[in-house]
């Protein structure tokens, strides 16, 4: 079988983050090899007509989809699953409308709430508030893009008023173009769950939790920019992935696992996803964003997931090219 891995252009020099879809290809070309199917890699940008230029070159069985975004946008990651979808190409991942609708962050939250999901209340720059508002700590999120851009210094605040929140979105717009907006903050216990397709539906595999060693100094319980991609600071080396509970938890770690696949449901998706959690002090989980097509690099959460649940790349990569082929 022939499969095109179709990933965002990269351009040189790019940041982490943005350079991290080539290990994400790396690692699916090694996998495709290791089935036995033929791979080849195209990259795409805001020429759409490479998309079908590539189909016809290569003449797919299946597009392996890593777009990420086009020229450097989060918000038209959809547009080429809209465009597999004209062409009648299968491809891996979720279908465009949930996609698209996951990945705005406070679209997403709507959908959440109205689904009877909890999510952190939130504030935006306009309109009438969408959750009533509530005094205290507040971080500053993109609704578009993702891999904690702009969670540098600076992201959390204190607020007392809607008044304020308007001032910092305003703000925040100045830095790059919006829709930003406000989630009240959960300081509590993180947790990332993975969902992989099936033929027997959707297999949530097993739950990680993110620790955040030695934050007592008051550094903020956050997964930010520098956890993720500075490898030399001490966010990046303190806030370590495990996947063993003790039995307290059984109870938890099941709660999650029924809200997980209700996220699923709930945005019709297909292949794979992660949906990130907090829990509060009291024991109550929170929604704080579905991942669609998340991050396939080898140190990226959902591989780590899909190693602990006995998967290696080859049976991964393998999984998600027959929730493709099912439609």
């Known amino acids: 079988m022939t499969v095109l891995v179709l990933h965002n252009a990269v351009a040189p020099g790019a940041a982490a983050d943005e350079a991290d879809v080539l290990r994400q290809v790396a690692l699916v070309e090694d996998g495709l090899r290791a089935l036995g199917h033929r791979a080849v890699v195209e990259s795409c940008g805001l020429d759409l007509e490479c998309v079908p230029r590539s189909l016809s070159a290569h003449r797919p069985d299946v597009v392996f989809n890593l777009v990420e975004s086009l020229g450097g946008c989060g918000m038209l990651q959809a547009v080429v699953p809209y465009l597999l979808e004209t062409a009648r190409v299968p491809y891996t991942g979720a279908p465009p409308d949930g996609l698209a609708a996951s990945s705005h962050k406070t679209l997403a939250k709507r959908l959440l709430r109205d689904a009877g999901l ?185 591989v780590a997931a899909a190693a602990r649940a006995g998967l290696n790349r080859a049976d991964l990569v393998g999984r998600i090219l027959d929730a493709a082929a099912r439609g």
């Open 118 to 302: 909890a999510t952190p209340a939130w504030c935006e720059a306009d309109g009438p508030p969408p959750t009533p508002f509530v005094p205290g700590t507040y971080i500053r999120k993109h609704a578009w893009e993702h891999a904690s851009f702009a969670m540098d210094d600076g992201f959390l605040f204190e607020l007392a008023c809607p008044q304020e929140a308007r001032e910092i979105l305003a703000a925040a717009a100045v830095r790059a173009p919006g829709p930003w907006f406000l989630e009240r903050f959960v300081d509590g216990r993180e947790f990332n769950l993975s969902v992989l397709g099936g033929a027997e539906g959707a297999q949530v595999l097993p739950c990680a939790e993110i620790r955040f060693l030695g934050y007592g100094d008051g550094r903020p319980r956050v997964v930010d920019y520098r956890a993720k991609w500075d490898e030399g600071s001490y966010e990046y080396n303190n806030t370590p992935r495990s996947f063993d509970f003790p039995a307290s938890d059984a109870s938890l770690l099941d709660d999650l696992r029924t809200l997980a696949l209700a996220c699923w449901d709930t945005f019709g998706l297909r292949g794979y996803a992660r949906v990130d959690f907090r829990v509060d002090a009291a024991g109550t989980p929170w929604v704080l964003e579905v991942n669609t097509n998340p991050c396939l690099s080898p140190e990226a959460g959902f």
